[in-house]
């Protein structure tokens, strides 16, 4: 469906006029009506807010919001939400246009990663206005969007503010000690060896944070396409270093980093893919990565056994 549509139907299911961050309380004895983008997202409600509201989100384990298109269904969701949570930054870019509509028409919105200050973003290559969306990759980032939404939640319903508060200084103590932990275990790969080489550019603050060199095959959106002289040019990269392993994610086709292998194989190199990280979205439900932190958590073990163990 086109985005003038969407934006057809958004308008016409006669939103209240509750401008972004600035309407008023709900305060009426039921839940607040939560509806967040991504998996990533979603996660941080629930780990602030538990069962005080009601949760809905909108992608599903494995999938990629660069490419996510919102449907009619998405969008009568999103129209009933009393509150919509998203990361921003352009990282649902096919939702971009139907989100902002929602904050004009009435919805209360909160896009967490751009509560971050400007001066901590990352750039987007070639893009002086853009901003590196992938900002969870840097726990003590993460740290501080929680913290923005947990003010709007008390914000927007002040009635569960202790609940809020309380739980959200837990997650808080959680996600310090997860940054020191990734620290350490990343330090322990030999500096040399100490390069992440994965399908898209969505590790760049986790290279900025955790003092590991990072190289994406695509750029910072998976809508990008890799040519044939990119791939030449990370293959000879590898290859020169003779970096023991390279990375597939979950949310992205393996083709481009299989093709990549090739490349290095062709030029006389080794080296394997050393295992699949969680990027763009958490794990499946039941799974060890089905949390933010233990997604975290498992990135950084197949990390480290690929470029430590692994590498003999």
């Given at each position: 469906?086109?985005?003038?549509?969407?934006?057809?139907?958004?308008?016409?299911?006669?939103?209240?006029?509750?401008?972004?961050?600035g309407?008023?309380?709900?305060?009426?004895?039921?839940?607040?009506?939560?509806?967040?983008?991504?998996?990533?997202?979603?996660?941080?409600?629930?780990?602030i807010?538990?069962?005080?509201v009601?949760?809905?989100?909108?992608?599903?384990?494995?999938?990629?919001?660069?490419l996510?298109?919102?449907?009619?269904?998405?969008?009568?969701?999103?129209?009933?939400?009393?509150?919509?949570?998203?990361?921003?930054?352009?990282?649902?870019?096919?939702?971009?246009?139907?989100?902002?509509?929602?904050?004009?028409?009435?919805?209360a919105t909160?896009?967490v990663?751009?509560?971050?200050?400007?001066?901590?973003?990352?750039?987007?290559?070639g893009?002086?206005?853009?901003?590196?969306?992938?900002?969870w990759?840097?726990?003590?980032?993460?740290?501080?969007?929680?913290?923005?939404?947990r003010?709007?939640?008390?914000?927007?319903?002040?009635?569960?503010?202790?609940t809020?508060?309380?739980?959200?200084?837990?997650?808080?103590?959680?996600?310090?000690?997860?940054?020191?932990?990734?620290?350490?275990?990343?330090?322990?790969?030999?500096?040399?060896?100490r390069v992440?080489?994965?399908?898209?550019?969505a590790?760049s603050?986790?290279?900025?944070?955790?003092?590991?060199?990072?190289?994406?095959?695509?750029?910072?959106?998976?809508?990008?396409?890799?040519?044939?002289?990119?791939?030449?040019?990370?293959?000879?990269?590898?290859?020169?270093r003779?970096?023991?392993?390279?990375?597939?994610?979950?949310?992205?086709?393996?083709?481009?980093?299989?093709?990549?292998?090739?490349?290095?194989?062709?030029?006389?190199?080794?080296?394997?893919?050393?295992?699949?990280?969680?990027?763009?979205?958490?794990?499946?439900?039941?799974?060890?990565?089905?949390?933010?932190v233990g997604?975290?958590?498992?990135?950084?073990?197949?990390?480290?056994?690929a470029?430590?163990?692994?590498?003999?």
């Amino acid at each position: 469906m086109k985005t003038d549509n969407l934006k057809a139907l958004a308008l016409a299911m006669g939103l209240a006029a509750v401008a972004c961050g600035g309407g008023p309380p709900v305060d009426d004895g039921a839940k607040l009506e939560v509806v967040a983008t991504t998996t990533i997202v979603g996660d941080l409600v629930r780990a602030i807010a538990g069962d005080a509201v009601e949760l809905e989100i909108l992608m599903g384990a494995g999938v990629d919001p660069h490419l996510y298109k919102p449907s009619a269904g998405d969008v009568r969701v999103m129209a009933a939400a009393e509150l919509i949570v998203y990361n921003g930054l352009h990282l649902e870019g096919k939702m971009t246009d139907v989100l902002a509509e929602m904050g004009d028409r009435g919805v209360a919105t909160v896009a967490v990663a751009e509560c971050l200050p400007p001066e901590r973003l990352l750039p987007v290559p070639g893009f002086d206005d853009l901003h590196d969306p992938h900002v969870w990759f840097d726990v003590a980032l993460w740290r501080e969007a929680a913290g923005c939404l947990r003010d709007e939640l008390i914000r927007v319903d002040p009635a569960n503010a202790e609940t809020y508060r309380r739980r959200g200084d837990a997650l808080d103590e959680e996600l310090a000690a997860l940054h020191a932990w990734v620290a350490e275990r990343i330090a322990a790969i030999p500096a040399e060896r100490r390069v992440l080489v994965t399908a898209h550019d969505a590790f760049s603050y986790f290279g900025r944070a955790y003092g590991i060199e990072v190289r994406g095959l695509l750029g910072v959106s998976t809508a990008a396409e890799a040519g044939a002289a990119d791939v030449q040019q990370l293959a000879a990269f590898i290859a020169e270093r003779r970096l023991p392993a390279v990375f597939v994610e979950s949310s992205v086709s393996p083709r481009f980093v299989e093709a990549l292998t090739e490349a290095v194989a062709a030029r006389g190199g080794e080296v394997v893919i050393g295992g699949s990280l969680y990027s763009d979205a958490l794990g499946s439900p039941g799974s060890a990565a089905e949390t933010y932190v233990g997604t975290v958590r498992a990135n950084v073990e197949t990390i480290v056994e690929a470029l430590v163990e692994g590498g003999g």
